[in-house]
């Protein structure tokens, strides 16, 4: 073995063992911190609010041109309504698109437009749908999304939207709110 060859492969054994070394002694640090006997299981009381249960959706729709330009969170629950949301959303679309089925016994449409925006770059999502069995309502957590600035966009107008079918009907009050994570 070469002199250099035979130096390389000590500076990389030393390295891989100061690297273990640092790695036991950061486990052995904070395992000092906290013992595992001291870990104690948590437990609901009374006096805390009762957990929300996430509620499935599916996307029946998700995209960046409708025909409704404004802001508008609706609540959709019969297909008369569906099929008026639908002409409005549509009208602007070619090729014209079917509508979506939807079991208006069992289940429910929530849609989300974010408005007219100038340049591409936007959206607007549901993030998640709870729940909330204090007060008793459904909480829909929405995301909005804008280009960073100076980034590069479509120069064209958009109107970012998200139509999704809940797995329930929406029988309770709904409640949107901005998700920030």
């Not at 340049?119 to 309502?137: C, F, L």
């Amino acid at each position: 073995m070469e002199p250099q060859t035979k130096e390389k492969a000590f500076i990389a054994s030393g390295i891989s063992l100061s690297f273990l070394f640092i790695l036991l002694s950061c486990t052995l640090a904070f395992s000092a911190l906290t013992p595992i006997s001291n870990i104690q299981p948590t437990t609901a009381s009374a006096a805390e609010p009762a957990p929300s249960s996430v509620v499935p959706f599916s996307t029946l729709l998700k995209g960046n041109h409708s025909g409704i330009r404004e802001k508008q969170f609706l609540i959709i629950s019969s297909r008369a309504e569906w099929e008026r949301l639908w002409r409005s959303h549509s009208s602007s679309n070619l090729p014209k698109q079917e509508l979506p089925t939807v079991d208006f016994e069992t289940e429910s449409v929530l849609a989300l437009f974010s408005g007219e925006k100038r340049t591409g770059g936007y959206a607007i999502e549901v993030a998640r749908v709870e729940e909330d069995p204090k007060p008793t309502q459904l909480k829909v957590f929405y995301r909005e999304i804008a280009p960073p600035p100076n980034a590069i966009v479509t120069q064209g107008l958009t109107q970012p939207f998200h139509m999704i079918k809940l797995a329930r009907k929406a029988d309770l009050p709904v409640v949107f709110l901005p998700f920030s994570r």
